[in-house]
């Protein structure tokens, strides 16, 4: 009987005692034969390295994306430098002849006022036709016209005996646009 109770203790003894395998209470612990254990070693370790590629692997695509958004966001602002660039150019070439127009005013009036005042109405059209070939057209709005907030910006409403509630008095700005997109609104003064 004694033996009996050493045999009761002992388990008892095992249990406030932790394993000496570091097993947890509660668990199982497995027999392994040395080819188990080393097979499962060699798994563990392999999906260790697995684990490790695809981490590589992503932080590679991220680092790659990183790249590629920065690429893009520097083709981009070229490609709208490169367009300022090819617009400014055309608008230059205008300048430039306003330049020597003014430059060149004659002082006094007859017809050297008269060839300088034709001078500088080439170079509008000069202007006009650049821009025309640029897709760029000037709104064709006219007093007596309907008011459109769409492509009209109206800047003062005044009563006005030869127009109509809504109808557009006076052009003081042109409009601009490129297709169906408004480039700039015309300025009109608008009949109250």
């Known amino acids: 009987m004694v033996k009996d109770k050493k045999n009761q203790q002992e388990p008892n003894e095992d249990q406030n005692n932790p394993s000496p395998n570091g097993a947890d209470e509660g668990q199982t612990m497995v027999a392994l034969t040395y080819d188990e254990y080393e097979a499962l070693q060699n798994e563990l370790e392999s999906l260790e390295a697995q684990a490790e590629g695809h981490k590589d692997s992503w932080m590679r695509t991220a680092a790659e994306f990183e790249n590629y958004k920065k690429r893009v966001q520097r083709d981009a602002s070229r490609s709208y430098q490169d367009a ?28 050297d006022v008269d060839s300088w005042l034709n001078g500088i109405e080439l170079i509008y ?4 036709n650049k821009m025309k070939n640029q897709g760029v057209e000037r709104m064709d ?52």
Request: proline share 7%; aromatic share 4%.
């Open 84 to 111: 300022m660039v090819h617009i400014l150019k055309i608008f230059l070439e205008v300048a430039d002849d306003m330049e020597r127009a003014i430059v060149n005013q004659p002082q006094g009036k007859g017809k």
């Open 125 to 128: 059209q000069k202007l006009i």
């Open 141 to 192: 709005v006219k007093p007596g016209d309907e008011f459109d907030p769409n492509i009209h910006e109206a800047i003062t409403q005044e009563e006005h005996p030869e127009f109509q509630e809504g109808q557009i008095i006076d052009v003081v700005q042109p409009g601009y646009q490129v297709a169906d997109r408004i480039i700039r609104p015309a300025m009109v003064r608008v009949a109250q």
